[in-house]
């Protein structure tokens, strides 16, 4: 009975129209060549050639074609020359109408093919009224190109998730096929419209055929120098050295290939963004190199680097009018204060806002290393004194030189060992990251040490600086250990400026190595493998893929850009901070350390000692500096993440074997490490995938990474470090000695003495330049707990989930604005009053120091 009131109801559905409408975003009509082709579109749309769509059966199978869905006949936008193309992008609508009948049954994908000249931005198309289901949405956002750029129509499949094995029959080839378009076959060169995944090495960070200055090693595929693996664009190898790809030219760095849809937005800001990126690298750098070359500047006084933020950095009037022609327009707005007369103007930075010298005390330098814009690094103390991990066999002997009678007097009555055991001493260390280059880093302008900074937990909760270890290599032979020199705090005379230039070469090294690791190697570097894993082994219906891809937004992009103009050879990277030509090179030998599971927070936290394993404690953890924001906070949104992430994945994955037995899933993780990763791909600390567990605490660190992590290592970068006197970059000489007229210099000139020893003039607008662009949210940005659609997936228990993540997001923001109320609480705020928001959920645009965007997008 049932089967024949069903077969009444198809009967009745033959010859029913189902209604549709279309959303897409149609290219921005003042471009000439788009005038041009938006022409020949109408022009082609007279003559027929127009933009078609078929509807694919998710029900009934074709036997002709290895009983893929049933493709019904294809219907037309209409109206596309009546819909003129906009001054600016923006939405335009077209409404729709599919041939319906029982071989299509209910549609799970279709067809499109853009007959015109031009592309678009396909954002939507949805159903009304089919028969048995009603509404169906298919989320596309996806460029378009002509149909002659591809091979095959572009497909798109409707909005629901699911795993291959329950995939719809009529489906599967489809999912499959699309997934072999986008691994491509590994040849050929990349071109602007192609949608292809691969992996490289980083062997595009310089030319060979260029200046042996720039010389650069290879990065991944040797056990010398491992990396993660970027995405291929099959450029031509450099003829010099084939091992090379060779580079882009300047005037076309915006066109570096990534797969299209993982360019940036078609909103203005974001591409404004990604020009803004290339102008300071090929306008402003040079424009200041060729200043600084006719009249070296210099620093003289603490006033002297607020004028940068009052009145704008003056220029001579013979080189006014030659940067303002080379400075590309768009730009001159933004680099040129209002009067015309003044360059490179900088907003207000917040360490300085509320207090021009707070950053000066010793409460704030501890206080950055909880809640400042690395504050990754800082461990607990577990052994005294402090010892090296790098082979004496290699190294000499790199332990400490700090003794219990250095600092016996400063710990509040207690012996080294009772300070120990009451986890009361803490350590800021960059001593063995540093000194296997030391003696390379110091060939160079930079004037460097290894740092030891050790620290006492005071009664109220804020950290005390004991003692600075600053240390050289002896000699150029690493084997015969260091030599190190121990510094103190001081408030008065020329001890006073000596301590304020030892906490000025920490900052160095803290500075340097969160930009290069702590930032770009530990999030951008990282997580390129996954983007490029995720988009080529698991397919837009799979319900991982749909979790994890709004956490891959723009990063490819902003890496490939990064590439052209930030950490390539004598690019601002290099420019800008003290590893000079071995910044790569250097991330390079710490990521051979990289373990992908110690990124989860909580493991993080007990490995540094920062907190211990608790089961009375909320997350199974205690905190020993209970006052830590970054921790504070994070632990708050790292569980909030791995909450939502268990409520979707559970969802689907009724218990273990349903992840193992996952052929997208194990192919993705497998390729995640022997292609991606493939430098690591032996060691033990990877999991496994066998287990529902292993897969949620995979999704989490991941979403963590790509969004809490970078916020917090990355928008806090101008609000605590566009004033470089708090987080200088370089050092361009020792530490004076007695003596010498360096030290008296420091007696009568202290402030001069320490700007001479950081950033020079043009080394600190070209940092300010960068950070500033870095520390910005654009208009178009999409936070934890948003999606760029609302109707980005149809499962109702995920969407479920996901709004009650959205809420407890919300939560957390009520709750951090509370803590930075606290006057309990001494680390949020500061001497400098500015409270920690860097995990603070959400955001507005511009330069605020908080949201946290869903994925690495800058």
């Known amino acids: 009975m049932l089967l024949h009131t069903i077969s009444k109801i198809k009967s009745r559905g033959k010859g029913q129209k189902i209604k549709g409408q279309v959303i897409l975003l149609r290219s921005n009509s003042l471009d000439y060549n788009e005038i041009q082709s938006s022409v020949l579109d109408n022009i082609s749309e007279f003559w027929g050639a127009k933009v078609s769509f078929q509807l694919i059966s998710s029900e009934n199978g074709d036997r002709s074609k290895e009983l893929q869905g049933k493709v019904g006949k294809k219907t037309y936008l209409g109206n596309w020359m009546t819909k003129m193309v906009p001054v600016s992008p923006g939405e335009t609508v077209f409404k729709i109408s599919f041939d319906w009948d029982e071989d299509i049954g209910i549609p799970g994908a279709f067809l499109i093919r853009n007959n015109h000249f031009t592309k678009f931005f396909l954002k939507s198309l949805t159903l009304e009224d089919v028969p048995f289901v009603g509404r169906i949405h298919f989320d596309c956002n996806s460029w378009i190109y002509p149909s002659g750029k591809y091979k095959n129509d572009r497909i798109f499949f409707i909005n629901k998730a699911y795993i291959p094995n329950e995939t719809p029959e009529p489906l599967r080839k489809y999912r499959e096929d699309e997934l072999k378009n986008l691994r491509g076959d590994g040849t050929g060169e990349r071109q602007e419209w192609d949608r292809i995944y691969d992996y490289d090495v980083y062997n595009d960070l310089e030319d060979p055929s260029s200046d042996s200055t720039y010389v650069r090693p290879v990065l991944g595929g040797s056990t010398q120098y491992p990396y993660p693996r970027r995405g291929r664009t099959g450029r031509s190898p450099s003829k010099k050295d084939k091992n090379y790809e060779s580079r882009l030219s300047s005037s076309l760095s915006l066109n570096i290939y990534v797969p299209r849809d993982e360019r940036f937005g078609h909103l203005k800001e974001s591409d404004f963004l990604a020009y803004t990126l290339k102008s300071v690298a090929q306008s402003i750098k040079p424009a200041l190199d060729e200043l600084f070359s006719r009249n070296p500047g210099e620093f003289d006084s603490f006033q002297d680097v607020l004028k940068l933020y009052e009145g704008g950095f003056s220029l001579p009037k013979s080189l006014l009018e030659k940067f303002r022609q080379s400075i590309p327009a768009p730009l001159l707005k933004e680099i040129f204060r209002t009067d015309g007369e003044k360059f490179l103007k900088f907003p207000l930075p917040q360490v300085i806002q509320d207090n021009k010298s707070g950053w000066r005390t010793d409460e704030e330098f501890a206080r950055e290393m909880l809640a400042g814009v690395n504050p990754i ?267 939502w992430v268990k409520d979707y994945c559970s969802s689907y994955y009724k218990n273990d074997i349903m992840v193992h037995d996952d052929i997208e899933l194990q192919s993705w993780w497998k390729e995640l490490k022997e292609k991606g990763h493939v430098d690591l791909k032996d060691k033990p600390w990877w999991p496994k995938m066998e287990t529902l567990e292993e897969l949620i605490e995979t999704c989490t660190i991941i979403i963590w990474i790509s969004s809490a992590l970078h916020a917090a290592v990355n928008f806090g970068q101008y609000p605590y470090g566009g004033y470089l006197p708090n987080r200088p970059t370089i050092s361009r000489r020792f530490m004076p000695e007695k003596g010498t007229p360096q030290y008296v210099e420091l007696e009568s000139d202290p402030e001069k003495g320490f700007l001479r020893t950081i950033n020079s003039q043009v080394q600190t607008l070209l940092g300010i330049s960068l950070i500033e662009i870095l520390s910005r949210h654009s208009s178009d940005e999409i936070y934890l707990g948003k999606r760029e659609s609302l109707e980005w997936i149809s499962d109702q228990p995920a969407l479920e989930a996901f709004e009650k993540f959205g809420k407890r997001l919300e939560e957390i923001e009520y709750e951090i604005a509370k803590r930075n109320r606290d006057p309990k609480m001494k680390n949020r705020v500061g001497p400098i009053n500015v409270p920690y928001t860097s995990l603070y959920p959400t955001s507005n645009e511009g330069l605020t120091g908080k949201g946290i965007p869903n994925s690495i997008s800058i």
């Open 377 to 643: 690094i800082i461990r607990r103390l577990q052994e005294f004194p402090p010892s090296s991990k790098l082979d004496p066999n290699v190294y000499g002997d790199q332990n400490s030189k700090i003794s219990e009678e250095h600092i016996i007097n400063s710990l509040d009555g207690l012996t080294v060992q009772e300070a120990l055991k009451q986890n009361k001493l803490y350590i800021l260390d960059h001593h063995d990251a540093l000194m296997p280059y030391l003696n390379r880093i110091n060939s160079t302008s930079t004037k460097t040490y290894a740092t030891r900074t050790l620290l006492f937990l005071n009664g109220d909760g804020t950290l005390r600086p004991l003692v600075i270890e600053l240390s050289l290599p002896q000699s150029q032979k690493d084997e015969l250990g260091a030599t190190s020199k121990l510094y103190f705090p001081a408030e008065d005379g020329v001890e006073s400026s000596i301590w304020q230039l030892a906490k000025a070469y920490v900052a160095v090294n803290d500075a340097g190595y969160h930009q290069v690791i702590s930032h770009w190697l530990n999030t951008h570097a990282v997580m390129e493998p996954f983007v490029i894993a995720t988009n080529r082994q698991l397919s837009v219906l799979h319900p991982i893929h749909k979790l994890l891809v709004p956490h891959y937004r723009d990063t490819m992009n902003i890496n490939a850009f990064a590439r052209q103009t930030l950490v390539n050879a004598d690019g601002i990277l290099e420019s800008t901070h003290f590893q000079s030509k071995y910044s790569m090179e250097l991330s390079s030998y710490i990521y051979k350390d990289w373990v992908f599971t110690d990124q989860a927070l909580p493991r993080d936290l007990i490995k540094r000692g920062m907190a211990v394993e608790d089961s009375n404690s909320p997350y199974g953890l205690k905190l020993l500096i209970e006052d830590y924001p970054f921790a504070v906070d994070g632990l708050e949104i790292w569980f909030a993440i791995k909450t």
